[in-house]
């Protein structure tokens, strides 16, 4: 979970949704959703893909048709090594 809230710390939310200015405020809202880490958010996301694929993998594998090479790359885009 550390991982996916560090992307609010590094991903540029009001860069990113820049394009939206013509937009409704509500619109304007649900992109900052969108793009943000919220944790409540990223559980009920996880539980629900437990629920139905029984793991993050299967549901890369299975719900969205990943390879495993594609998963790896994915890891190596989005997460930082601790080691």
């Given at each position: 979970m550390k991982?996916?809230?560090?992307s609010n710390d590094y991903f540029n939310i009001p860069k990113a949704s820049r394009?939206?200015?013509k937009?409704?405020?509500n619109s304007q809202e649900a992109i900052t959703t969108?793009?943000?880490a919220k944790e409540d958010f990223l559980n009920?996301?996880?539980e629900q893909i437990d629920a139905e694929y029984?793991?993050?993998?299967a549901y890369l594998k299975k719900g969205?048709?990943?390879s495993a090479e594609?998963?790896?790359r994915l890891r190596s885009i989005l997460l930082i090594d601790n080691g």
């Open positions: 991982d996916y809230r560090l394009y939206a200015y937009l409704p405020i969108i793009y943000s009920a996301a996880k029984g793991s993050v993998q969205i048709g990943l594609e998963i790896e």
